[in-house]
């Protein structure tokens, strides 16, 4: 399979799987390819991937945005973590039907992780200052962490953690034709 293969056969199985295991709220197809798949590809407007990057999706979900980068960054690694098990069964058959050998699913809590990661992405997983705390054991001077927020983002500042920095505040313009707002915020350990 090709990558846009691939990327269909995801947005199948996330579709098939939701009816049994509401793994994802939408209303309609299209909704679920903006609100998530070109959600996902937000980050490259302030990075771009690398092969020796490891990356961390913290609190993956069904695989948003990790499953979608990793099929198009396939010379890098991505660890999709997420405790609860309906996602990590979810994402055990998606590695091996998308036949995905750069992913990792760990079904375990992001503080119960002993690896470092030059990049952690998460998305609606919790406020700024809660995924620099979860996240200080893996990462180091050298990582780099991207929040995905919508519009209201301003409220979880300051940040209490004096030895992050924000290194960038970026508004994604591709999804406002969409009425969507979002902004990736990339935080640097200092």
Do not use: Q
């Not at 999706?57 to 890098?76: A, E, M, Q, R, Y």
């Not at 990049?119 to 054991?137: F, G, P, Q, S």
């Not at 409220?155 to 969409?178: D, Q, T």
Request: charged share 25%; proline share 3%; hydrophobic share 45%.
């Amino acid at each position: 399979m090709n990558r846009i293969e691939k990327l269909k056969e995801y947005v199948w199985l996330l579709e098939k799987w939701n009816l049994k295991m509401n793994l994802i709220s939408y209303n309609n197809i299209r909704e679920l390819i903006i609100d998530n798949i070109v959600d996902s590809l937000s980050v490259y407007e302030v990075y771009h991937f690398n092969k020796h990057d490891i990356v961390a999706d913290v609190g993956t979900g069904p695989g948003i945005p990790g499953v979608v980068l990793s099929i198009l960054n396939p010379d890098v690694y991505f660890y999709l973590i997420d405790p609860r098990k309906k996602y990590f069964m979810f994402l055990k058959t998606v590695k091996r039907v998308l036949g995905l050998n750069n992913v990792v699913i760990l079904n375990k809590r992001i503080e119960n992780i002993d690896k470092k990661f030059t990049v952690i992405l998460n998305r609606a997983v919790a406020d700024i200052n809660t995924i620099i705390k979860l996240c200080n054991n893996v990462s180091d001077m050298d990582s780099l962490i991207f929040s995905y927020k919508g519009p209201l983002f301003f409220s979880e500042f300051p940040l209490k953690n004096n030895r992050y920095k924000i290194n960038i505040i970026k508004k994604i313009k591709i999804l406002e034709i969409y009425n969507k707002r979002l902004y990736i915020i990339g935080l640097k350990r200092y």
